[in-house]
């Protein structure tokens, strides 16, 4: 469908990085298992390790999941930004490259969601 432009953007974005009081926001998603339906986002510290940041944050977003007991976080795929990605669990997020509006994703080998059907 075409659009029309109806001016030019002439604001700064709300959601820009020195808007955050030295956090930062990502956004993480549990690939395959769409009970949660989006990634859901998270403003952090950036020194937060990720396994601090997954235990105590995502974790509980997701606990609802019947496959959530299940996840093997040493065998977990991960991708930074659409890029597969090797995180160290007991780094910052900083140190895992991490950065202000980064998108996480990740997958755990043979968890496909509700009935294999990625729910």
């Given at each position: ?26 956004y993480c998603c ?13 403003r952090l510290p ?74």
């Amino acid at each position: 469908m075409a659009t029309i432009s109806i001016g030019e953007y002439n604001f700064p974005p709300a959601d820009r990085a020195e808007n955050y009081g030295g956090d930062i926001n990502i956004y993480c998603c549990w690939e395959h298992h769409l009970l949660v339906p989006c990634p859901a986002a998270y403003r952090l510290p950036p020194d937060i390790t990720l396994r601090d940041f997954l235990t105590q944050m995502f974790c509980p977003d997701h606990n609802h999941h019947p496959e959530y007991s299940k996840i093997d976080y040493a065998r977990l795929v991960w991708t930074l930004d659409g890029q597969p990605w090797a995180p160290v669990l007991d780094k910052s997020l900083r140190e895992n490259g991490v950065t202000h509006m980064s998108y996480l994703s990740f997958r755990a080998p043979g968890l496909d969601g509700l009935n294999g059907d990625g729910v």
